[in-house]
């Protein structure tokens, strides 16, 4: 009778060990998202990082920089509340991109602490108001809090998905320094909460992945190439910049269950390599926020949605030209509805997709021809944007796609009646000159297929601006820039 009891239990643990072997290789049994010990979250770790990330930049700007506008005090700040927010001067890229990218930072210290999509987005709207209140003797700017906060869960989103897709800890040495160095670079707090919790060097052998791409497709390319930028619409003055580019389709628009926030979005961001450019020349992100499918009887797929976007041009005036810098177009803080489908397979033509959007504009900015104060050659409002994307793919030829946006801002609070050289500019609160613009910017692309993964990539742009002053002459402005590169599709 002890000999068939020990029997029993040699049986049963060996039936145990065989059933905890199958569910370590089982195939959920390899994601991070399916393990229970990596789903807390930490709330208060965030709240502390968002405010130690905001006092160590502080401590930088104060004691290296010696910069004035962190030589805060008590009463500083007490000045900071009953003033209340203004518009603030500083230059396109620090207001407009460079606050959405440390929006960024805020949102993904609550994210990589394990809180979701919008449990996160108030750590951008905090860590932007106790920075604008708190950390500066200027006075608060609400184009900062807004740009920081609806452009930093944009961006946000998107770096904190786009990191999962390179990190693995089942892989060590080399290969595992190389991930975890992309990772951090793509998003940086996430990185560092690896860091902090030992996870950057753990080894796994199940819950090791960050991405499930039966679950969530992703198609993501890397484009390098020559960009001609025309001066003031002139064919033969202009200025050669190489670039490189990074798209990518993240999810399926039709997907009946992924349908969270950002489980389907789109991106593409082009840096110029050349000094007299930006180095962050364009950005444009979409992102769905809530979709529903809808429901046809021609085999069309069909699917209205509410997303976010978030685009940036950008561009500095040619070497040797008219001195006119070509276009400046944000649109910073964005969303609204949207409509994407697909029509059935029709001959050879593999996919047809049309996207068309409708969104409330925030907070944008365009390039003025007048307001030019302290660091602001742009004006700054809020309207509405129409954007339609056309996609033909024919298959193993290649692509060809038309893009086109419509922008338009109203600029609402001007500085009229104010005499520009004795107002103090920091108090001005102008969002620019008074009136509106309307930006339209048409952008087909053709794409050849060389090999499975290699294509020839070639694209136009083509931006016409109209800016109706209220005090000034109107001014409308047309220049082009055209590009010739490779693609490469992984």
């Not at 029993?8 to 370590?24: F, G, K, R």
């Not at 990082?49 to 700007?61: K, P």
Request: hydrophobic fraction near 40%.
């Amino acid at each position: 009778m002890k000999l068939q009891h020990i029997a029993l239990v040699c049986l049963l643990t060996l039936s145990a060990e065989n059933v905890t072997a199958q569910m370590l290789h089982r195939p959920d049994s390899i994601y991070t998202f399916t393990d229970p010990r990596l789903q807390k979250k930490h709330p208060w770790r965030a709240a502390a990082e968002t405010f130690g990330m905001n006092v160590g930049v502080w401590a930088f700007d104060r004691y290296v920089m010696n910069e004035d506008f962190a030589k805060i005090s008590i009463g500083s700040i007490r000045r900071n509340i009953k003033h209340g927010f203004v518009w603030d001067n500083d230059q396109f890229s620090t207001n407009l991109f460079a606050h959405p990218y440390h929006g960024n930072l805020y949102f993904n210290a609550a994210r990589s602490n394990g809180l979701t999509f919008w449990e996160s987005a108030p750590y951008a709207f905090a860590g932007s108001l106790m920075w604008e209140i708190a950390a500066e003797v200027e006075p608060p700017a609400i184009n900062d809090l807004m740009a920081t906060t609806l452009g930093g869960i944009a961006l946000g989103e998107v770096t904190h998905r786009m990191s999962s897709l390179v990190l693995d800890d089942s892989k060590r040495g080399f290969p595992r320094f190389t991930r975890e160095f992309l990772g951090t670079l793509i998003c940086p707090m996430r990185g560092l909460n690896r860091m902090i919790t030992g996870e950057m060097w753990k080894v796994k052998r199940s819950h090791y992945k960050y991405h499930d791409y039966d679950r969530i497709p992703v198609h993501f390319s890397i484009g390098a190439g020559d960009r001609y930028l025309a001066d003031d619409n002139n064919l033969f003055r202009g200025e050669h910049n190489p670039y490189l580019e990074f798209r990518v389709q993240y999810g399926d628009a039709f997907d009946k269950v992924n349908d969270g926030p950002y489980d389907y979005f789109t991106a593409r961001a082009t840096f110029g390599l050349s000094g007299n450019q930006p180095l962050v020349s364009q950005i444009n992100l979409m992102g769905k926020l809530w979709g529903v499918p809808l429901k046809t009887t021609t085999g069309m797929e069909m699917m209205f949605g509410i997303f976010q976007h978030f685009n940036y041009f950008d561009s500095e005036e040619v070497i040797d030209g008219s001195g006119r810098i070509p276009y400046k177009i944000s649109e910073a803080a964005s969303v609204g509805p949207g409509m994407i489908y697909k029509f059935p397979q029709m001959n050879s033509l593999v996919n047809l997709e049309q996207r068309v959007f409708l969104s409330a504009i925030l907070l944008g900015g365009s390039l003025t021809d007048y307001y030019n104060v302290i660091d602001r050659n742009y004006n700054m409002g809020s309207g509405y944007s129409i954007k339609n994307n056309t996609i033909l793919d024919f298959g193993r030829y290649g692509m060809f796609a038309l893009n086109m946006h419509l922008y338009q801002i109203f600029t609402w609070k001007g500085y009229e009646h104010k005499d520009l050289e004795t107002v103090n500019p920091l108090y001005l609160n102008a969002q620019g000159d008074k009136g509106n613009v309307m930006l339209a910017v048409v952008n087909p692309i053709i794409e050849l297929n060389l090999s499975s993964h290699f294509k020839a990539n070639m694209e136009v742009s083509y931006y016409y601006r109209h800016t109706h002053y209220s005090y000034h002459e109107d001014v409308r402005y047309k220049t082009f820039e055209t590009r010739l590169g490779l693609i490469y599709q992984f």
